[in-house]
């Protein structure tokens, strides 16, 4: 069964600063990767989905990775911004392609 | 349509009554999720929906929840005598590729609060 995780469970941060969230899951015959946003009342917005034969993705100030062998990801903000406080979430498709599982989420928050 | 639609957004029922949640995928979508996430837990899946074949009910958490797919496209999950554990945000996602290569895409979600 895929387990996945996440640390830390909550970042708070100055605006400006550079983070690193990170994922690890315990079955690596994953198909995908996804990285979510998901602000207090909302639903999920996709960010980065990373397929199994790929390393990383890059979308603006966002980098994810993924390193199979290892069972993690890492999502890179660079230059954080208020704007960018969300809960974020890592999931992977496994189980034949039709389960999303999900970790728990980080809740950053940037602060000014 | 342009997004995952999901209908009610917020939905207040009374133990033991039966609800309906709707599910309006991306337009041409082949594979639909339904999701619950529930107060300060993770998201947990419930069902899958992908082309003609047979959904993957395996998330389903009793037989009081059914869900069907109208047409491969439209979505209803069905909640019948409702429990108050049954309250939490109901999410639907739909992917152009039900196979691992395709990005879900998320609905706002249906919050279901049972008093």
């Known amino acids: 069964k895929q387990e996945v995780t996440q640390i830390p469970a909550a970042l708070s941060v100055p605006e400006g600063e550079n983070l690193v969230l990170n994922c690890s899951f315990t079955d690596s015959a994953i198909y995908n990767l996804q990285w979510f946003r998901q602000d207090p009342g909302k639903g999920l917005t996709s960010l980065l989905l990373i397929q199994s034969s790929q390393r990383e993705q890059t979308s603006g100030r966002l980098n994810a990775s993924l390193d199979k062998s290892s069972g993690r990801s890492t999502l890179y903000i660079a230059a954080s911004q208020p704007g960018d406080s969300a809960t974020y979430l890592c999931?992977?498709?496994?189980?034949?392609?039709?389960?999303?599982?999900f970790g728990t989420g980080t809740q950053l928050k940037v602060e000014l | 349509g342009a997004g995952v639609s999901q209908s009610p957004s917020n939905k207040v029922t009374e133990k033991g009554k039966d609800v309906e949640l709707r599910c309006d995928p991306i337009s041409g979508h082949t594979a639909l999720y339904w999701y619950r996430q529930s107060l300060g837990q993770g998201l947990e899946f419930l069902i899958y929906?992908?082309?003609?074949?047979?959904?993957?009910k395996s998330g389903l958490p009793s037989d009081r929840f059914s869900a069907e797919r109208t047409g491969g496209s439209v979505s209803t999950l069905t909640i019948q005598r409702t429990q108050q554990e049954d309250s939490a945000v109901y999410l639907c996602?739909?992917?152009?590729?039900?196979?691992?290569?395709?990005?879900?895409?998320f609905g706002e979600g249906s919050r279901l609060t049972v008093l």
């Open positions: 929906f992908q082309g003609n074949s047979a959904p993957d």
């Open positions: 999931a992977g498709l496994t189980g034949g392609g039709n389960k999303l599982t």
């Open positions: 996602a739909s992917s152009l590729l039900g196979t691992g290569d395709g990005e879900l895409f």
